[in-house]
């Protein structure tokens, strides 16, 4: 029988009640991983770890809290023993969330801390304890799940941006860190652009000119289509296996092209 490309391995995925989240416990699970779908919509979560079966459980936690993150590592260490991976995947942009405008001159300071808590604290705390828990194993990967938006200036979005970079350059410190210390544990961070996931919802709507905004997307991207979940979940399948046992602190940038050059695609004048 041919050996699946995570078995045996037990995997966390913070946020994973819907999008990109949901697809890569799906396809973990599918690689033969044991995986923990987390979240804090726990009707989404407990759907998500119903129908992917057998290999999945769910678990509310809020990457915010740190007793959360307590509560989830002792309930594994419980029920497996062990930690193989994490992917820190659970993010908000301030938009959905309500949170005002999100502008440098604009956004509030009550909002700039809410969406810090949870892309940039929530990744610092799962990383520290992924650490704690994993130090011991003879071989172990954390995916930090960043954006095209840590890598360049979204004028429209300054907390989210920021906080994106800050799990950017987190996640090239772990990297270090864990070289230094002799833990054989890999960290790399991964940066989608324009993936079609409910994130993106508020922007299309359900109307008649959903379609029309989805083309205006794509025509700026020089692949000329938006992503998909599994374009990420697929690259995190490649990050969470062996096969990627000599990468550390990384930046994996999944969008289809934009950020190698100029978004236009050459014309027949060109």
């Given at each position: 029988m041919l050996k699946k490309r995570l078995d045996g391995k037990i995997a966390l995925i913070t946020g994973s009640a819907q999008g990109i989240g949901e697809e890569i416990a799906t396809i973990f699970a599918?690689?033969?991983?044991?995986?923990?779908?987390?979240?804090?919509?726990?009707?989404?979560?407990?759907?998500?770890?119903?129908?992917?079966g057998a290999s999945a459980i769910y678990l509310h936690l809020d990457v915010r809290q740190e007793k959360d993150w307590l509560n989830a590592i002792a309930l594994i260490l419980e029920k497996f023993s062990k930690l193989d991976i994490l992917v820190n995947n659970a993010g908000v942009t301030g938009f959905q969330e309500g949170f005002g405008p999100q502008d440098p001159e604009n956004a509030s300071l009550e909002s700039w801390r809410e969406v810090h808590a949870v892309n940039s604290d929530g990744v610092f705390l799962g990383c520290k304890h992924a650490i704690q828990t994993m130090k011991n194993n003879p071989g172990s990967s954390i995916i930090n799940i960043s954006s095209r938006s840590g890598l360049v200036g979204i004028p429209g979005a300054a907390a989210y941006a920021s906080s994106k970079a800050a799990i950017r350059n987190h996640t090239k410190s772990v990297a270090l860190y864990c070289c230094t210390?002799?833990?054989?544990?890999?960290?790399?961070?991964?940066?989608?652009?324009?993936?079609?996931?409910?994130?993106?919802?508020?922007?299309?709507?359900?109307?008649?000119?959903?379609?029309?905004?989805?083309?205006q997307i794509a025509k700026d991207i020089p692949m000329q289509t938006m992503g998909m979940p599994d374009d990420v979940a697929n690259a995190a399948l490649f990050l969470a296996s062996d096969e990627s046992k000599y990468i550390t602190g990384i930046e994996l940038t999944i969008d289809g092209g934009l950020l190698a050059g100029a978004g236009a695609p050459p014309t027949k004048n060109d």
């Open positions: 599918r690689e033969g991983a044991i995986v923990i779908v987390s979240d804090i919509n726990d009707e989404l979560g407990g759907c998500v770890a119903t129908k992917i210390q002799g833990y054989k544990i890999r960290c790399n961070s991964i940066h989608p652009a324009a993936i079609l996931t409910p994130m993106w919802e508020p922007m299309l709507g359900n109307g008649p000119d959903r379609s029309f905004r989805i083309a």
